[in-house]
């Protein structure tokens, strides 16, 4: 089953301490990309990446890390996270985002105290 | 002023109604995506689009390029059709990346 893949769902962490959030697609996509959704905020895009070894920042990039080793995978990386990161996040992929439809994650729902 | 504006914010209609949400975007772009998030927080894409109009079932939606909108219709409404419906925008080109912007939102409700 093509899909996009998250992990974990639900992460409870404390200010400080390293974390990661793994994306992984099985559709052979080029393009993935991170966003944060928050209340009034909407969506908004974090890192995106055009295929393996290209990433770029999107709207939010302050605070995380991302890299694209291999073409199936996406991790976002919080190296030192804080409460302002608490929010809900989602990965998504598509073949080419220009005339492709988006493929998102389940998100995953994190909270820094 | 928000480079994606959707409207309305939010929207009450009675089963089988025929519901119409607008996005104006106010930078070029290469395709808008038409997004749906319910209740449970997941999302799916309905549409992408660069030109004219696409159908799928009972939805549809166009995009006018020159004046840079996009709406996004529901015929025959029903309830499961409630949910967060959110316009994006691709604005980058293929040979310099692509950043997505968002629209707020549009909350839809369909009463029985």
């Known amino acids: 089953e093509a899909q996009v893949t998250q992990n974990p769902r639900y992460l409870i962490t404390v200010t400080g301490k390293k974390l990661t959030v793994t994306c992984s697609q099985n559709?052979?996509?080029?393009?993935m990309s991170w966003y944060r959704q928050d209340p009034g905020l909407g969506l908004r895009q974090i890192y995106y990446?055009?295929?393996?070894?290209?990433?770029d920042k999107g709207d939010v990039p302050e605070g995380y890390k991302v890299s694209r080793k291999e073409k199936r995978n996406f991790p976002l990386i919080l190296e030192s996270p804080s409460p302002n990161q608490t929010s809900l996040y989602f990965c998504?992929?598509?073949?080419?985002?220009?005339?492709?439809?988006?493929?998102f994650g389940n998100g995953t729902r994190l909270t820094v105290t | 002023k928000n480079e994606v504006e959707q409207s309305p914010q939010n929207l009450t209609a009675q089963e089988g109604e025929f519901i119409t949400i607008n996005c104006s975007y106010s930078?070029?772009?290469?395709?808008l995506h038409w997004l749906q998030q319910h209740p449970g927080g997941g999302i799916v894409s309905l549409f992408m689009?660069?030109?004219g109009k696409k159908k799928h079932g009972r939805l549809i939606a166009t995009i006018n390029i020159q004046e840079k909108h996009s709406s996004l219709h529901i015929t025959a409404s029903h309830p499961r059709d409630s949910a967060v419906y959110i316009c994006?925008?691709?604005?980058?080109?293929?040979?310099?990346?692509?950043?997505?912007?968002f629209g707020e939102g549009t909350q839809l409700t369909v009463n029985p």
């Open positions: 998504a992929s598509s073949f080419r985002v220009f005339n492709s439809p988006l493929h």
């Open positions: 559709m052979n996509h080029e393009y």
């Open positions: 990446s055009m295929n393996v070894e290209v990433t």
């Open positions: 930078v070029g772009i290469s395709a």
């Open positions: 689009l660069s030109s």
């Open positions: 994006a925008v691709s604005r980058g080109w293929e040979t310099s990346g692509s950043r997505l912007t």
